[in-house]
């Protein structure tokens, strides 16, 4: 069980920051039964963090200690490794954009995948499933402004995109344009109306 404890080891710190590692990603080290028996040993020693049911992390070195990596490199090594689709929420994306002064306190990323939290050190980082629509164009400016408009609902939604369409790039909000049909009726119909009068 050492020797297997050791490989796991080895082939987490081979990995970028923050790369998830999981008890199916190493099944090319040993039956299914040994990897998790591994695993939760390694996590009870602390020589990597769960993060969630089946996702462990390995902590990062620095001058100051150990820590868990970021939320940003977790989230996307989570997108990459299960093929989901993961964004920030509305809430993060109306501050980001200026349409909100409201500092989200909770890290809330919306995903293709099933709810679920995750726990980076004393952080919980949720993801929360969410319909296409609000995935579509996930990481361009364009979606960021739909997932905000989303989150701000029907009666801010004209007076926040009139406000948008002055501040986005001409390109962002011709993608904004063109993924309206995709959107719900009241959203398509207050794009529609920023965009052609």
Same mark, same amino acid.
């Given at each position: 069980?050492?020797?297997?404890?050791? %490989?796991?080891?080895?082939?987490?710190?081979?990995?970028?920051?923050?790369?998830?590692?999981?008890?199916?990603?190493?099944?090319?080290?040993?039956?299914? &039964?040994?990897?998790?028996?591994?695993?939760?040993?390694?996590?009870?020693?602390?020589?990597?963090?769960?993060?969630?049911?089946?996702?462990?992390?390995?902590?990062?070195?620095?001058? #100051?200690?150990?820590?868990?990596p970021?939320?940003?490199?977790?989230?996307?090594a989570?997108? &990459?490794?299960?093929?989901?689709?993961?964004?920030p929420? @509305?809430?993060?994306?109306?501050?980001?954009?200026?349409?909100?002064?409201?500092?989200?306190? %909770? &890290?809330? !990323?919306?995903?293709?995948?099933?709810?679920?939290?995750?726990? =980076?050190?004393?952080?919980?980082?949720? =993801?929360?499933?969410?319909? %296409?629509?609000?995935?579509t164009?996930?990481?361009?400016?364009?979606?960021?402004?739909?997932?905000? =408009?989303?989150? =701000?609902?029907?009666?801010?939604?004209?007076?926040?995109?009139?406000?948008?369409?002055?501040?986005?790039?001409?390109?962002? #909000? @011709?993608?904004?344009?063109?993924? &309206?049909? %995709?959107?719900?009726?009241?959203?398509?119909?207050?794009?529609?109306?920023?965009? !052609?009068?």
């Open positions: 069980m050492q020797r297997l404890t050791e %490989r796991i080891l080895a082939h987490a710190t081979q990995l970028p920051e923050g790369s998830p590692v999981s008890a199916k990603g190493l099944l090319h080290l040993g039956n299914r &039964a040994a990897v998790d028996q591994a695993l939760h040993r390694l996590a009870a020693r602390g020589q990597i963090q769960r993060a969630g049911r089946g996702v462990y992390v390995l902590p990062v070195e620095s001058r #100051f200690g150990t820590r868990p970021t939320v940003e490199q977790v989230v996307s989570v997108a &990459a490794q299960r093929g989901e689709v993961i964004a929420s @509305g809430a993060a994306a109306a501050n980001a954009l200026g349409l909100t002064t409201q500092v989200p306190v %909770r &890290a809330v !990323y919306l995903t293709s995948g099933r709810s679920r939290t995750l726990k =980076l050190g004393k952080q919980s980082v949720e =993801l929360r499933h969410a319909p %296409r629509w609000q995935l164009l996930a990481n361009r400016p364009a979606g960021e402004a739909l997932r905000a =408009l989303a989150w =701000l609902g029907p009666e801010r939604a004209e007076e926040a995109i009139e406000m948008l369409k002055r501040k986005m790039p001409p390109g962002a #909000f @011709g993608e904004l344009v063109a993924v &309206a049909p %995709r959107l719900p009726t009241w959203l398509a119909r207050s794009v529609g109306k920023a965009a !052609y009068g």
